[in-house]
């Protein structure tokens, strides 16, 4: 059974940064694809950051472009979201989400559909 935790959410200031962490459990990393999406209030889910199987597969959506970074460590099986000038339209509930079989490619294309596995969120605030 998959498990996905997140961590690391908070409040900062505009323009200051966090990362993100995802601690999965039931699956690899090396043979799956993880993404972030996040949720504003009365919003739906958008998928930002996404890692693929090779560390060479990596999307992040052109709201956050340039800011956000998406990474992960295979051998403690975590997956991160570095996220620094931050902005207050950056304010969310920040999701984790897993395909473990690997065969979704990140991009501008992935939806909540294509993934199975979600966290239960963590909230980032971003005070103006």
């Known amino acids: 059974q998959v498990q996905l935790v997140e961590s690391g959410g908070g409040l900062v200031q505009a323009g200051g940064s966090l990362t993100l962490s995802c601690a999965a459990s039931?699956?690899?990393?090396?043979?799956?694809?993880l993404a972030w999406f996040r949720q504003a209030p009365g919003k739906g889910r958008e998928g930002i950051s996404c890692?693929?199987?090779?560390?060479?597969?990596?999307y992040n959506a052109d709201s956050v472009k340039g800011r956000f970074t998406v990474s992960k460590d295979n051998a403690k099986n975590t997956v991160f979201l570095q996220m620094s000038s931050l902005k207050p339209e950056d304010t969310a509930v920040y999701y984790c989400?897993?395909?473990?079989?690997?065969?979704?490619?990140?991009?501008?294309?992935?939806?909540?559909?294509?993934?199975?596995?979600w966290g239960q969120g963590t909230q980032v605030t971003v005070s103006s």
């Open positions: 989400a897993a395909d473990p079989t690997g065969f979704l490619y990140c991009s501008a294309d992935m939806g909540v559909h294509d993934f199975d596995s």
């Open positions: 039931g699956l690899t990393l090396d043979s799956s694809t």
């Open positions: 890692i693929g199987r090779s560390d060479g597969n990596t």
